[in-house]
Nanobody, 124 residues
Framework: QVQLVESGGGLVQAGGSLSVSCAAS????????MGWFRQAPGKEREFVAV????????YYADSVKGRFTVSRDNAKNMVFLQMNSLKPEDTAVYYC?????????????????WGQGTQVTVSS
């Protein structure tokens, strides 16, 4: 079993930056791909970014590529999402998720553990 707890959300103006974190406990963290998803009001949860467990490689949704950076610290069981050049359309609840899959999983069903989410609001 894996427990995930996000932190660091908040309110920021358009063009600003924000970082969200996820602390993991339980199962061997270093063997889990860690993903970030987001869900805006009235919309489905969507993939944002993922970092693999095998080589630390990353993959991003086109909507955030070049603006967001995902990273992990296996020694501390933490994963981070640095968000720069934020836009109002980035406003959502951001969720951390864990997957045992190799490579770069991007679909919800590939992730079997989820955090409770943290709100990110970008004002225009």
């Amino acid at each position: 079993q894996v427990q995930l707890v996000e932190s660091g959300g908040g309110l920021v103006q358009a063009g600003g930056s924000l970082s969200v974190s996820c602390a993991a406990s339980g199962r061997t963290f270093s063997r889990l791909a860690m993903g970030w998803f987001r869900q805006a009001p009235g919309k489905e949860r969507e993939f944002v970014a993922v970092i693999s467990w095998s080589d630390g490689g990353t993959y991003y949704a086109d909507s955030v590529k070049g603006r967001f950076t995902v990273s992990r610290d296996n020694a501390k069981n933490m994963v981070f999402l640095q968000m720069n050049s934020l836009k109002p359309e980035d406003t959502a609840v951001y969720y951390c998720a864990a997957s045992p899959r190799w490579g770069y999983p991007t679909v919800l069903k590939d992730f079997d553990h989820w955090g409770q989410g943290t709100q990110v609001t970008v004002s225009s």
